[in-house]
Structure formats: C-alpha cells, structure tokens
C-alpha cells in the first residue's frame, strides 16, 4: 500500500487529496473509502492507502488513518484528537483542482467515471456488510445488504446484488427509489411526507437516457451544493425529502435531512426539486 499525508481536506464536504510519500501527483480521497474504527481525517495526518487511476487522475481507496501512540491513547480515554499542525499551506490548493473532480459539469450520467462518489459509497457498504433499507416502486420498502455491484457504462442501469432474508436479488437503480442504511431508519420515518396527489396517482418512469429523464438541470444541484442550499425532493411516489446535498454522482443524489438522517435517491425516481433559497 502507498504512503502520504493528507494536504487538504474539507469536512463538510468529505473530500480531500492526499500528498503521496516520495512525491507524484496528489491523490484525491474521499470519506467513503476511509475503513478502520477511526474515520475523522484532519490536514497533516500520515495515511496508507491502495491507489488506482480514476478518470481525471489518482483515486485513494482502502484509506487508513495511521494515528500515533498518544493520539491511540487519546482515543481510548475517550478525548478529542487535536488537529495537527502541517506545514503545508492549504491556499495552495486551488478551487479549479477540486472543482475538476466534484464538478463533472461536461459529463452526463451514461459516461461519468466509475470512481465517483456513487460507487464509493457502495463498495464501502459492501466492505462492511453495513444493513441497508431499500425501497422500490408500488412502496416496497425491505431491509437487505448489498453483495456485490455491476456497474454499467450507462450509471442507471447498474445493478444492486442484494441480500434479502437470506435470497439473492437484483435490482438496477431504474428499479430502486432510494436507500439508507438501517441505523437512520427511524429518524427517516420521522422525516418522511408525501405529496397526496401524486401518492393516489404515481409518475411513471419516461424511457431514455438519464439527462432526458431528470426534471432538472444537474448544474443547479452542484450551486445548491456548494453553497449549502438545502433542496426538497418529490418521488415519483408522492415521498418527500428535505435536506442539504452532500453528493451528487452519475445517477444519484445523497441527502443530509433536518435532523441528521442520511438518504441517498436515484435521480431517475425524482419528479420535482426545489431549491430552497433562502
């Protein structure tokens, strides 16, 4: 595994780069790939991690934050580990380098890369066996983990391999509204609404390509996300979701709701969105 020190990272946004050991190019890491008990990255701390060529340069995976002997005891009396100093200067890093991996603005879903944060997010469900909740049309509602995923060129037509009561099944994101995992279960049930009309009579799923499906323009989700916007989703069910975006990937779109909850919906089950400016 490689070596490196974590040059910059944003923790609302869950994303950074990595100054690898021995230098070459830096490393883009995100939240989702960081496994071990720690996961709480701060600028100047040492990292191992496997590294593969992503579509716009190198792709940190299987990220372990190395902790000293007193930051480990630290953590084990239950204290707060103090950021570190680096002497690496965070101006340095310059927007347009991060705005070329989170915004993919010439990109649309049939063509994204595979590492973006979609796929992220899934592998590390799957690496943990985490237990998920996943709802499809007609309100199916059911609790599963994710045993594998086949990605495909066109991002909406990717599928789940799931792990159902003990049955393997499988569902593509055109067939699937959304997922969380099961530790937000009751918080989200607390969240959840419904538009009454649409709920008597659903919209159904228009044919095509995902940019002639979708009732909105990703660019609009990128500003809201940037600028801490938070936005109100209407399902093609009647559900309603209200939260700020902490990703958008080539078919989904995840959401942070009011009272922390986290919710990610395939953009393909979404009628409506409205950008709650404030």
């Not at 946004?13 to 008990?37: L, N, R």
């Not at 705005?99 to 469900?125: A, V």
């Not at 391999?161 to 499988?170: I, P």
Request: glycine residues 8%; negative net charge; hydrophobic residues 35%.
């Amino acid at each position: 595994m490689s070596k490196g020190v974590i040059k910059y990272y944003n923790e609302e946004k869950g994303y950074g780069f990595i100054a690898q050991e021995g230098g070459g190019a830096d490393v883009f890491m995100h939240s989702s790939s960081i496994t071990g008990p720690y996961d709480q990255p701060r600028v100047g701390q040492r990292v191992r991690f496997n590294v593969k060529e992503g579509k716009k340069g190198l792709v940190g995976h299987d990220i372990e934050l190395l902790l000293t002997a007193i930051e480990k005891r630290w953590l084990s009396q239950g204290k707060n580990l103090i950021p570190r100093e680096s002497v690496l200067n965070q101006q340095n890093v310059t927007t347009n380098i991060f705005q070329q991996w989170i915004d993919d603005d010439n990109s649309s879903g049939s063509d994204r890369g595979k590492n973006d944060f979609g796929t992220l997010y899934i592998e590390k469900q799957i690496r943990y066996e985490v237990p998920m909740f996943f709802a499809t049309y007609q309100q199916e509602l059911f609790g599963a983990t994710i045993l594998n995923f086949t990605r495909n060129p066109k991002d909406i037509e990717s599928v789940f391999v799931l792990d159902v009561n003990g049955k393997r099944r499988e569902y593509s994101k055109q067939e699937i509204k959304y997922y969380y995992k099961t530790e937000d279960a009751q918080l989200i049930e607390k969240l959840r609404l419904f538009e009454k009309d649409i709920q008597a009579n659903p919209v159904s799923v228009p044919i095509g390509d995902l940019e002639d499906i979708i009732p909105f323009d990703p660019k609009d989700l990128q500003e809201a996300r940037r600028g801490v916007i938070p936005i109100k989703i209407v399902l093609r069910e009647g559900e309603i979701f209200q939260g700020q975006i902490d990703w958008v990937s080539g078919a989904e779109i995840k959401l942070v709701l009011q009272n922390g909850a986290k919710i990610v919906a395939c953009q393909v089950a979404i009628h409506e969105i409205d950008i709650l400016m404030p």
